[in-house]
């Protein structure tokens, strides 16, 4: 296996990466995705460089790389929403390490799973988005899961009513916390029925984009999510309830898994252990021995 840097370019801008060549690489690739925080291309817990290598050694090539503003690559910060210039000069520079590379998956966690459904659709090269615990935050989803589930287990907690009949907690506090969630509920179901009948993606709410766009999508997708996470919660909370995702078809087209016990980052290595082995099994069965896609855009011109 060989690791180089490369440095390349994206608008006016000079992006940095590092790509995993297989010493007999494939014809399908994987571009990681940083998200859209404040990480760069090594990942938490440095997960994005062991699953960079661990690809690798199965023959599939991987590109990680820094999006504008961060790390070591040049430009302004643009955070999630603005990242399809950076994905796409991403995998044009994979595609042109690799030569016998004919397909690309994008790999994405919280943010940058977001923003992989955003562009996936528009790319014929893009065959799969492996997503993790996607970000479809709002005002009223957040609201939503904190009462389903962060109010309701903090009243099954013993320290919660030991703290009250120690007098260290205030009720009038928490419970102008708790109103306050119900008015954003109350505006956001108000404020979505106005722009339900948006055109542009880019204008609706991150739920509804997301669906629209994993909708539009071809290839395959496979969305996993922690089970100690209020992120990955919100997301689920929304397939569980959302009219336009139920009756989007999606959850009949897409793989799902979740991961009881995982936080958000997959802190502990038994569980990025498994989200290697679920990454690298479903690339496997699914992307990989593929005919060519029929296009007449599968070159380097995105």
């Given at each position: ?60 090539p ?30 044009d ?73 120690a ?15 119900l ?58 309830s ?13 793989f ?47």
């Amino acid at each position: 296996m060989n690791e180089h840097a490369v440095v390349f370019p994206c608008e006016e801008d000079a992006l940095l990466g590092i790509v995993h060549a297989p010493d007999q690489a494939g014809t399908t690739g994987v571009v990681i995705i940083v998200a859209g925080g404040p990480q760069y291309r090594v990942g938490a817990h440095r997960q994005f460089v062991v699953l960079g290598r661990e690809l690798a050694r199965q023959g599939i090539p991987v590109l990680r790389f820094d999006h504008r503003g961060t790390g070591d690559s040049n430009g302004s910060f643009r955070g999630f929403l603005d990242m399809d210039a950076d994905i796409r000069s991403a995998i044009d520079t994979l595609f042109k390490q690799c030569g016998n590379l004919k397909r690309v998956m994008l790999w994405g966690e919280c943010e940058s799973a977001s923003a992989a459904a955003f562009y996936a659709y528009r790319d014929p090269r893009v065959a799969g988005i492996f997503m993790v615990n996607p970000w479809i935050r709002t005002e009223a989803g957040q609201a939503k899961t904190y009462l389903k589930h962060y109010y309701w287990n903090r009243l099954r907690d013993p320290r919660f009513w030991q703290k009250i009949r120690a007098g260290q907690f205030s009720l009038m506090r928490s419970l102008k916390a708790w109103l306050q969630l119900l008015r954003h509920i109350a505006k956001s179901n108000g404020d979505s029925k106005k722009i339900s009948d948006a055109e542009e993606l880019t204008s609706l709410p991150l739920p509804e984009r997301l669906t629209r766009s994993l909708q539009r999508f071809p290839g395959k997708t496979y969305i996993l999510t922690s089970g100690n996470d209020y992120i990955a919660q919100e997301f689920k909370d929304f397939t569980y309830s959302s009219a336009i995702w139920k009756s989007s078809g999606l959850q009949e087209k897409i793989f799902f898994n979740d991961m009881a016990d995982a936080d958000h980052t997959f802190s502990r290595t038994v569980w990025r252990t498994e989200l290697f082995e679920q990454t690298a099994q479903w690339l496997k069965n699914h992307l990989t021995d593929q005919p060519d896609q029929k296009s007449p855009n599968t070159n380097n011109n995105h």
